[in-house]
């Protein structure tokens, strides 16, 4: 450490020590108002510098803990400390410019320190100069900048290291308020480039590219230069290995650029910190092929053996993220991640083995399990979550070891962990069992020994309803049957429930347990809880019925509505009583969201419409915010009252936001369509991103395509700079044609009467009546997604064989636009906008052909079943070939489904 960091840090006296030791008891009670109290004593002349500094460290600590101080309160402690400047005690002056940068952010005319702060800056205290520095870059705005501008060119070449570099570091601050004027120091930062201290070499080159970094020419130059002239400072090394890095991406060149062999030769640096940033960059690099990546990896295995923590942990991490993408380059590297198995540091520990699964073949699958199994006892939940997540990615990766890793995941069971650690083992075992069939049943039976001891009811609800949907499809279904009715007698309410749910499944599936399914439910039918009870009763008077239909539509294929629709069903039926029954019918489904897929539905395969959704995936919320959607629309259409005197019904489905122009325009709309069983409602969310203009009687105008007409338009009344506003148009379907529901709405406009404001307040300059104008937007696509909801099955087999065979139609494509199973399989769910069920949505890798099964509900009536058998063709050109086969007892629509597809 250099004599001037030394300073910066004298030694405390054993009575200062005591004094910081009886400190801590005063900041524990310490409260603003006596703070703002005890600050008053800054005015008193001499100054107690002991006595000052312990006051604002009290200060500095309630700023630190989050204490909020108003813009009074803040301004009257900063001017009292500026009267500590008089004191020539360098602790309490230390303090001082720390207070002022904290103080500054609330309190008001901070600039009437300049001028000591300028004074100290250049004073020849060499402790005090670099926080002087610091504080003084931290009140400068555009109207002080030029006072200071000599005194930082003057610091940024300070012969001092410690004030250059607070200088160079302050002028990056500097840089994003004022880059126009830090950009005149661009001499000075080169100069201070060629120093001989670490640090200040480091930030100098720093800013040097931050004030060229807009110049790609100049960054170029910059690196070119000092490529070849050298730097001493290891810090300013590993900066140019980044910035060099950031060229080779921003450039797209190859690994045949200097930049290039610039950072492969900083693999040979003497210094472990520059040889580990290169090794880190060229894993990181895009370009990098598995050949260029051999080095680098070469060089992370000498860093696993090193004696330093820090320097092991960089290098498995690294490690552990190329064996992502490039596994095989990193397992000649496996025997040294086995010896860092055992290693005393724990993260070091927990990346070494997920690397190791990442990268371990398989003959070496069941050794290596062996290895980690006694390390799980001393590692944290939070390490074996991530250990437990690396296996299931070894499963995906070799499903014939299904039964090794099973074993080792319910070992893990057994052992002691909370919540959160239990539940990852779990959903490992839910994955792997709906990934592999041959695992079904062996993680069916962990999962079975493991509710007979589980403490968590959210984790034994959800085995419990696994167990009632996948547990009757195995070859001994009976054998499960034990440890469902143990819930019935030995847990609590929410079990006994779920235990019920799936003992009913079990009797709709398997005729042969049928007669012992009823009589174990009939025991139930003395419970205490009343959700029991009626679950029982309700289960045995279907299942005594033996029939498949009512099996299928109320046990293993239930209705599902939505929630808060039915709450506002039933009050509304309650508060406005009928002569009629209450009709479930009427109540919104609960339909499953469909997120847009990233990649575009291509043109042909939708009939010649492309639909906007695709092209501009909309950012929406997460599935379980998305799943009340259609809820706050039908309450937010409900509310307009023109719109709510129509007989509209429940919303069928509502469509994601669609973008009718680019983000950067000076009006942004996105529509939404709303689709009733007669009735469209396309909703305009029209925002003004000008703000010296106000709209007024905005509205939406096009032309209505065949078989629609439209009914009313609802105008936004005023639209303010940055405010979204909202206008509809309500179309009435009139054909009885479905092949003419979906269509285009050409030449669509946005209509408005434009009014200039004043920028700053929004106001209107004049009344003058203003000008009408036009906007042209995208055009509408209505699509046959539009009509039809995503209904989930949860026994799709049930409900196909349900629906009788004389109402299938059936029809081949060859779908040329795709080239892999994946591909189609995306597009056909994005375009029919169903639900994909029983995960058929997921294609095993390596099949050549796929089954895809889906189902929704056309325009809230008519269910429909879509199988869809997808193949790749022989010839590659001809990309993938689809027989689709659709069940709906509505013939018109089974036709319909199979015509929108060409």
């Known amino acids: 450490m250099s004599i001037s960091l030394i300073m910066m840090y004298p030694k405390r006296e054993k009575r200062d020590e005591e004094d910081m030791s009886t400190a801590g008891g005063a900041f524990a009670k310490v409260t603003k108002?006596?703070?703002?109290?005890?600050?008053?004593?800054?005015?008193?002349?001499?100054?107690?510098?002991?006595?000052?500094?312990?006051?604002?460290?009290?200060?500095l600590y309630l700023l630190n803990q989050g204490e909020t101080f108003s813009t009074h309160e803040a301004t009257d402690v900063?001017?009292?400390?500026?009267?500590?400047?008089?004191?020539?005690?360098?602790?309490?002056?230390?303090?001082?410019?720390?207070?002022?940068?904290?103080?500054?952010?609330?309190?008001?005319?901070?600039?009437?320190?300049?001028?000591?702060?300028?004074?100290?800056?250049?004073?020849?205290?060499?402790?005090?100069?670099?926080?002087?520095?610091?504080?003084?870059?931290?009140?400068?705005?555009?109207?002080?900048?030029?006072g200071i501008e000599r005194y930082m060119k003057q610091a940024i070449v300070d012969k001092n290291p410690a004030v250059a570099s607070a200088a160079l570091v302050s002028s990056l601050h500097l840089a994003k308020v004022i880059p126009e004027g830090v950009k005149r120091w661009v001499n000075e930062a080169q100069e201070a480039v060629n120093s001989d201290n670490k640090m200040v070499q480091h930030h100098a080159l720093g800013l040097l590219y931050h004030i060229r970094k807009s110049d790609r020419l100049a960054v170029t130059k910059l690196v070119t230069k000092y490529?070849?002239?050298?730097?001493?400072?290891?810090?300013?090394?590993?900066?140019?290995?980044?910035?060099?890095?950031?060229?080779?991406?921003?450039?797209?060149?190859?690994?045949?650029?200097?930049?290039?062999?610039?950072?492969?030769?900083?693999?040979?640096h003497k210094s472990e910190m520059v040889v580990y940033e290169a090794a880190n960059a060229i894993v990181n690099l895009k370009c990098t092929t598995p050949r260029e990546l051999t080095p680098a990896v070469s060089v992370l295995q000498l860093s696993l053996s090193s004696p330093k923590p820090t320097m092991r942990f960089a290098a498995v991490r690294t490690l552990n993220k190329v064996a992502m993408t490039h596994p095989q380059a990193v397992m000649t590297c496996n025997w040294d991640l086995e010896k860092l198995i055992t290693d005393s540091n724990r993260s070091i520990a927990t990346l070494a083995i997920t690397t190791l699964l990442k990268t371990g073949y398989e003959g070496s699958v069941e050794r290596l399990l062996k290895q980690i199994s006694p390390f799980m006892n001393e590692i944290s939940d939070e390490f074996k979550i991530v250990v437990v997540a690396a296996t299931r990615q070894l499963c995906q990766k070799f499903p014939r070891k299904h039964d090794v890793m099973m074993n080792f995941l319910e070992s893990m069971l057994r052992e002691e962990g909370g919540s959160e650690y239990k539940k990852a083992i779990v959903d490992t075992i839910l994955n792997i069992i709906e990934d592999n069939p041959k695992a079904k049943e062996a993680g069916l039976g962990h999962l079975c020994e493991f509710i007979e001891d589980c403490e968590h009811t959210g984790l034994m609800v959800r085995i419990l309803h696994l167990l009632g949907r996948e547990g009757p499809k195995t070859s001994r279904p009976a054998r499960y049957i034990r440890y469902i009715y143990n819930r019935l007698i030995l847990e609590s309410a929410p079990l006994q429930a779920a235990a019920v749910s799936s003992l009913a499944k079990f009797g709709a599936h398997c005729e042969d347990l049928l007669p012992n399914i009823i009589v174990l439910l009939k025991r139930s039918l003395t419970e205490v809880d009343d959700e029991v009870r009626d679950r029982a009763t309700y289960y045995l008077d279907i299942l005594q019925m033996k029939q498949k239909n009512m099996y299928n539509q109320f046990i293993l294929n239930p209705f599902q509505v939505s929630i808060v629709g039915l709450e506002k069903a039933l009050v509304a039926y309650v508060t406005e009583p009928s002569d009629s029954s209450f009709d479930i019918k009427t109540v919104p489904l609960a339909t499953q969201p469909q997120l847009p897929s990233e990649d575009t539905v291509k043109k042909p395969f939708i009939n010649g419409i492309a639909s906007p959704e695709t092209q501009n995936p909309p950012k929406i919320a997460p599935d379980r915010m998305a799943a009340t959607r259609q809820d706050l629309y039908a309450e937010q259409i409900s509310s307009i009252p023109k719109l709510s005197e129509l007989d509209l019904g429940p919303i069928i489905k509502s469509s994601f936001p669609i973008e009718l122009t680019e983000s950067e325009t000076e009006y942004v709309v996105q529509c939404i369509k709303h689709v009733f069983k007669q009735h469209i409602i396309f909703q305009f969310d029209c925002t003004n991103t000008c703000n010296d203009q106000i709209l007024e009687n905005v509205r939406v105008v096009m032309q209505v395509p065949d078989g629609y007409r439209k009914i009313c338009t609802i105008p936004c009344p005023e639209l303010k700079y940055n405010v979204t506003g909202t206008t509809y148009i309500c179309m009435q379907i009139e054909s009885d044609d479905l092949d003419s529901l979906p269509g285009t709405f050409e030449n669509v406009l946005l209509k408005h009467i434009v009014k200039d404001c004043d920028p700053n307040t929004g106001q209107v300059l004049d009344d003058e009546v203003g000008y009408d104008d036009e906007y042209a937007l995208e055009d509408i696509?209505?699509?046959a997604a539009d009509f039809i909801q995503g209904i989930a099955k949860t026994d799709f087999g049930s409900a196909w064989e349900e629906m009788s065979p004389d109402t299938?139609?059936?029809?081949?494509?060859?779908?040329?636009?795709?080239?892999?199973?994946?591909e189609a399989i995306r597009n056909v769910v994005q375009f029919m906008g169903m639900q994909p069920c029983d995960r058929s949505e997921k294609v095993p890798e390596g099949k050549m052909s796929h089954s895809l099964y889906l189902s929704g509900l056309f325009k809230g009536e008519d269910e429909v079943l879509v199988r869809a058998k997808v193949a790749l063709s022989s010839v590659p050109e001809n990309g993938v070939t689809m027989r689709l086969s659709v069940r709906c007892n509505n013939p018109d629509v089974a036709n319909f489904i199979v015509s929108v597809i060409i």
């Open 33 to 59: 108002t006596s703070a703002l109290q005890d600050a008053r004593n800054f005015n008193e002349t001499p100054v107690n510098a002991r006595k000052c500094a312990f006051i604002l460290t009290k200060i």
């Open 78 to 146: 900063f001017f009292n400390t500026t009267k500590l400047f008089q004191s020539k005690d360098t602790t309490l002056r230390r303090l001082v410019y720390i207070a002022i940068k904290e103080l500054s952010k609330v309190a008001e005319n901070v600039y009437i320190v300049t001028s000591s702060l300028t004074t100290d800056m250049n004073a020849k205290d060499d402790l005090c100069r670099p926080q002087a520095l610091r504080a003084l870059c931290h009140i400068t705005d555009a109207t002080t900048f030029q």
């Open 227 to 268: 490529i070849r002239s050298g730097l001493k400072s290891a810090y300013a090394i590993c900066l140019l290995i980044r910035i060099a890095s950031k060229l080779i991406e921003e450039e797209g060149v190859s690994t045949d650029s200097p930049y290039f062999d610039f950072i492969e030769s900083c693999l040979r």
């Open 781 to 783: 696509d209505v699509l």
């Open 808 to 822: 299938e139609v059936e029809e081949t494509y060859a779908l040329s636009a795709f080239k892999t199973l994946n």
